[in-house]
């Protein structure tokens, strides 16, 4: 078909004027192409739109030298068909453009879908209209269409970046974007060529440009990571495996964190001797595999600094290694970014081009450039005189192409570019209020470039086309995100996004390449498995956050948020669920402790610390176990006393292992581990005497425990949060020991369970109502809970240490917790408070399996120290005082 004939066999032209047909696409790329197959098989006439003159998308354009599919291309391949699977074997490991280019024609055309294509068309504009409740899109050539439902498969890498630097126009050579690269291919032999840009594209580009050209520069602003390809055919293994079982593997991709069929690793960096981390790097390293290097080395590497930085630091020495001249090899090293913030690449023989004599790198960072000439580029320090400019500098990412398609004008004469202009808002990547019928294919908010896309785009495309179908079934013309459904979206978003580093580099993901972008974490961190899991749990839950309408004002709303909890607790939770484990109440109290202790053990140990000993104290009748937990640095620290979790039932000094650990090295102070009498053997008061007790004992012992002078503090969990806060009363009215501050995180300070916590979150959030009632009938006859001892709520609370008090948002005990403060508050105690959303009982003592935890520690560690230096303060101006 000659480009721009516009077939019409599935739609109708009106007058020459208008094409109508129920659903346009933009773009016949990867998704465009799988929409208007789904599309068509569920009886929509459709229509697809697009600049370029064939199908391709993305691998229509970029057809620099060395482009290449940097995952796995039988990963990266549709799985709808298996005939299609089977009709269709890759050449490579990671397959390069042109064969990608010739897979999408394969598929076109297999499916018979260019007739429904109008190719060399730009959509100028598109408009809702309310009346007819359709989409008007205008185009610069060929008809207009009206549409009921209105799809943007734009891609998410396709709109080049404007170069920004100043006299471009003056240059006389020619001058060539890797994203536009001529479809002839171009002549570089002899020229003297400039790359600017080390992204993938130009990554990929540079090796076979330098084999090319006389001369190469390569003008590089941010040093990346890379790692070698290794192409060559499917290893073995992977082959063996597809032919064994392929619908498995597919379906383990659909449901992992990257959209790729590999397990992430469960070990810690920490738990690692040094050779077995270099050992794991180095298998990873030989196999050239970008995914393997992003997920399966140790769990922290993507989600701790301190991880990451060790596989980091392996980076770097191999590119020492690699490059032979030590100032390139410096320049070439990345410092500013965790290795995966940024988008790293898979290279052939990049770091060695650089040993080539016909190779040159500048480093932008020490000398930036100036302005383009008719001859050259330069640089405050020099001038190049160069040939042919390669512009490899990226994209206008995830936002672009959709904003290119301007003006998109939705409800109300709404535009897009107005909603947007503080960065996107959407609901799930795929919709945004007031847009109705609108659908984006792998959009900002939806796991995207963070993806395997192609599992992504079936996966969204799919969602969207069963949504379409049940609509019409049940006879609605529109579907449109709410906006509370959004802006909890953007809550998830964020919360999400705390679990990962890449707040901690300037990408394209946040916007931060293109000059006055809106800087915002633009794909949803939250993998794609658990992410498929959130879109089906919408439609589960009658198409929760979408209001749909119909004719004779037939509509449904059912409005609210998807996930309200912090994505890790709730990944938690599911796991939980799924193990449909009997209630603990109802084991007994042995076998509760013994189930606890299992549970214990499956968990991932903690961190070092400087040292961990185990001890002996006396107790209020005898002596008790301690632990304790010394920081790494030089002492003499600060002691805090700590009382673990447990209902006074379950736990023993070394159960909050991992945050007593996590605690001693982020607030560098000695954490004490008490083991305290347990109910049923011994019930109220014995815990909380053996609080007290065991409090005095540190405090007269802390010189020989390594304490520095000044008071203790005390911090607990749940009902040790209880044991601390009733220690403090204690100390107080018992003259001593001097207490310098209170941390208590999810305490029970109170009897009464008539608080909305109680009912709000009775159930499904680990500790439930029942699991309390158990605990309280064990540990306390009802005529002594209201002693303070058992309710510390109706103590005295005058003249108590000042307190740091934690909630979490889903936990029963979550409003006797703020009612504490809110009390100590109101009797002149200094309280902060953190109430952690999203979060449950358990969350910030399960230091390793929730992550999004991270922030409230640093939170309570910074209190503790805020503790001591009062205590110090205050000490200091009574000598002052007494002085004077
Ligand atoms: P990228 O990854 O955005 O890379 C663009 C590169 O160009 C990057 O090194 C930029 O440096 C550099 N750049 C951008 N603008 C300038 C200016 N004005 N001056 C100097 N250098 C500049 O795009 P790619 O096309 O390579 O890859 C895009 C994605 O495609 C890739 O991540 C894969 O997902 C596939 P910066 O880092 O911004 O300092």
Redesign the pocket.
């Known amino acids: 078909m000659s480009d721009g004939v516009v077939e019409t066999r599935a739609s109708e032209v009106s007058g020459g004027e208008t094409q109508t047909v129920d659903v346009a696409v933009v773009g016949a790329g990867f998704a465009g192409l799988y929409l208007l197959h789904r599309l068509r098989k569920a009886g929509f006439s459709t229509v697809a739109l697009d600049t370029a003159n064939d199908v391709g998308g993305t691998w229509y354009w970029n057809r620099y030298p060395g482009a290449r599919c940097?995952i796995q291309t039988v990963d990266y391949s549709y799985t709808f068909d298996p005939e299609l699977e089977k009709a269709w074997q890759w050449s490579e490991k990671y397959a390069t453009q042109p064969e990608i280019l010739r897979y999408l024609g394969f598929v076109a055309d297999r499916y018979d879908l260019r007739r429904d294509i109008r190719f060399g068309t730009r959509v100028l504009g598109a408009s809702w209209d309310d009346a007819k409740e359709r989409w008007l899109l205008t185009t610069d050539k060929g008809p207009a269409v009206s549409c009921r439902h209105y799809i943007m498969a734009t891609g998410c890498?396709s709109q080049p970046?404007p170069?920004?630097?100043d006299g471009v126009h003056d240059f006389k050579g020619e001058i060539y974007f890797?994203?536009r690269w001529p479809h002839d291919g171009v002549d570089l032999r002899g020229k003297r060529v400039a790359v600017?840009?080390?992204?993938?594209?130009?990554?990929q580009s540079i090796p076979i440009i330098a084999e090319q050209a006389a001369q190469l520069t390569v003008?590089?602003?941010?040093p990346?990571f890379a790692l070698p390809a290794h192409n060559g055919p499917l290893p073995a293994d992977r082959a063996a495996q597809l032919a064994e079982d392929r619908n498995g593997l597919r379906e383990q991709a659909r449901w992992s964190m990257a959209g790729v069929p590999i397990p992430p690793a469960t070990d810690f960096s920490w738990a690692l001797s040094e050779a077995e981390r270099r050992e794991r790097f180095e298998k990873l390293w030989a196999s050239g595999d970008l995914v393997g290097m992003l997920t399966q080395l140790w769990a922290d590497q993507g989600v701790d600094p301190d991880g990451n930085a060790l596989l980091a630091d392996l980076i770097r020495e191999k590119i020492h290694e690699i490059v032979k001249d030590p100032e390139t090899a410096a320049a070439l090293t990345p410092h500013d970014h965790p290795f995966g913030a940024?988008?790293p690449?898979l290279d052939t023989n990049y770091y060695q081009t650089f040993n080539r004599p016909n190779v040159t790198l500048v480093n932008?960072r020490q000398e930036p450039?100036t302005s383009i000439t008719a001859d050259g580029i330069k640089t405050d320090r020099r001038s190049f005189d160069i040939d042919v400019i390669v512009f490899?500098?990226?994209?206008d990412?995830m936002t672009g192409a959709i904003r290119a398609v301007h003006p998109i004008t939705g409800r109300g004469g709404k535009s897009l570019e107005d909603v947007w202009a503080n960065g996107p808002q959407t609901y799930l990547g795929l919709t945004v209020a007031d847009f109705p019928n609108l659908f984006l294919i792998t959009g900002p908010g939806s796991p995207s470039?963070l993806s395997n896309m192609a599992v992504s785009i079936e996966q969204h495309v799919d969602w969207v086309v069963d949504r379409l179908v049940a609509l019409r079934e049940a006879g609605f013309t529109t579907i449109e995100a709410t906006e509370t459904a959004q802006a909890g979206w953007a809550r998830h978003m964020a919360d999400c996004a705390t679990v990962t580093l890449h707040r901690l580099a300037n990408?394209?993901y946040t916007g931060a390449?293109v000059p006055g972008k809106p800087q915002t974490l633009m794909p949803y961190t939250g993998g794609v498995g658990p992410y498929r899991g959130i879109c089906n749990e919408i439609v589960s839950r009658g198409m929760l956050g979408f209001k749909l309408s119909g004719p004779n004002g037939a509509s449904q709303c059912n409005d609210g948020e998807i996930v309200r909890l912090q994505p890790d607790v709730r990944l938690v939770l599911n796991m939980l669920a799924e193990m449909n484990l009997p209630p603990i109440e109802s084991m007994g109290a042995a076998g509760a402790r013994e189930f606890v202790a299992q549970f214990n053990a499956t968990r991932p140990p903690g961190r070092p610390v400087g040292e961990v000993k185990d001890g002996t104290l006396q107790g209020a009748d005898g002596p008790l176990p301690y632990r304790l937990y010394r920081p790494a640095t030089p002492g003499p620290h600060p002691i805090v006393v700590y009382f673990h979790g447990g209902g006074w039932v379950l736990g023993d000094e070394q159960s909050d292992d991992p945050f007593c650990r996590d605690m001693c090295r982020r607030s560098n102070m000695i954490f004490v581990s008490v083991g305290y009498r347990h109910a049923p053997e011994h019930r109220f008061p014995a815990a909380a005497e053996d609080g007290y007790a065991a409090t005095r004992w540190v405090a007269e012992h802390a010189a020989e425990l390594g304490g520095r002078d000044g008071p203790v503090l005390v911090a607990g969990w749940s009902a040790g949060g209880n044991i601390a806060a009733v220690t403090c009363q204690l100390a107080r009215d018992r003259g001593g020991p001097l207490v310098g501050g209170q941390l208590l995180v999810c305490p029970v300070t109170d009897c009464s369970f008539d608080r909305p916590s109680y009912t709000d979150n009775a159930a499904g959030y680990f500790l439930t109502r029942g699991l309390m009632y158990w605990f309280w009938d064990i540990y306390c006859s009802p005529a002594d809970r209201t002693d303070p001892r058992a309710s510390p709520l109706r103590g005295k609370l005058q003249g108590l240490p000042p307190a740091y008090i934690v909630t979490c948002e889903f936990d029963p005990l979550r409003d006797e917790g703020v009612a504490y403060a809110e009390a100590l508050a109101a009797n002149g105690v200094p309280v902060g408070q953190l109430k952690a959303h999203g979060h449950f009982h358990s969350s910030f003592t399960m230091v390793d399996v929730v992550i999004t935890g991270v922030g409230g520690r640093m939170q309570m560690a910074e209190a503790l120290q805020a503790f001591t230096q009062s205590a110090e303060e205050g000490e200091s101006q009574e000598i002052n005082a007494a002085a004077s």
Request: glycine fraction near 12%.
């Open positions: 940097d890498l970046k170069p920004e630097i890797t994203s600017i840009g080390t992204g993938s594209s130009g990554i003008f590089q602003r941010t990346n940024k988008r690449c932008l450039i490899a500098t990226g994209f990412a470039v990408t394209w390449n």
